[in-house]
Nanobody, 122 residues
């Protein structure tokens, strides 16, 4: 079973930037709709951005205009460029497949990685 490996998080001041990366073995990232999720303690994981296999992107209103998702299929990697970070962006960020099919949901459940912590200080 493939697990996602996220990296690039850290501590940054408000207004700063970070670039997150997510890789996985095989071609799972290049052939699926991929998304970045985030979770804070006691809250449900939320989808903040996703990218389709054709490169179309979509963002949560809270990050629109500040975050950019992209993918490098040759490297089987998906990125999240985060600019103008705010304290409310503080969370653990994860990447995974996006979709509502049973197969996708089952695969998601076995693929969550450890995530990468993003902390934004005011």
């Amino acid at each position: 079973q493939v697990r996602m490996v996220e990296s690039g998080g850290g501590l940054v001041q408000a207004g700063g930037s970070l670039r997150l990366s997510c890789t996985a073995s095989g071609n799972i990232i290049s052939i699926n709709v991929m998304g970045w999720y985030r979770q804070t303690p006691g809250e449900q994981r939320e989808l903040v951005a996703h990218i389709t296999t054709t490169g179309s992107t979509n963002y949560a209103d809270s990050v629109k205009g500040r975050f950019t998702i992209s993918r490098d299929s040759a490297k089987n990697t998906v990125y999240l460029q985060m600019n103008n970070l705010k304290p409310e962006d503080t969370a653990v960020y994860y990447c995974n497949l996006v979709g509502s099919s049973l197969a996708t949901i089952l695969y998601q459940g076995k693929s969550w990685g450890q995530g990468t912590q993003v902390t934004v200080s005011s």
